[in-house]
């Protein structure tokens, strides 16, 4: 057994049961959870938000790259 990182919830999981590197989610809180250790067995939260911003500003920075060429093609007329 072990607490949740984010929400301190008492997972009924078992080292035995799982291995490191695989992904649950928390009954309570339903964060994603990494477990980095399985004796003691401990987890990691693993941040949704941070892929999201990545993406986004790849996005943002996807759709500046498209814009710049229309505007040169403005100012040359």
Do not use: Q, R
């Not at 607490?3 to 080292?15: K, R």
């Not at 994603?32 to 990545?54: H, S």
């Not at 993406?55 to 814009?67: P, T």
């Amino acid at each position: 057994m072990a607490n949740c990182p984010e929400c301190g919830a008492v997972l009924d999981i078992d080292a035995d049961e799982v291995e490191e590197g695989e992904l649950l989610t928390c009954p309570e809180c339903d964060v994603e959870l990494e477990v980095v250790n399985t004796k003691p067995l401990e987890f990691d939260v693993i941040e949704e938000e941070e892929d999201e911003e990545e993406k986004g500003n790849h996005k943002v920075s996807l759709e500046s790259d498209d814009e710049e060429p229309e505007k040169d093609e403005e100012e040359k007329k």
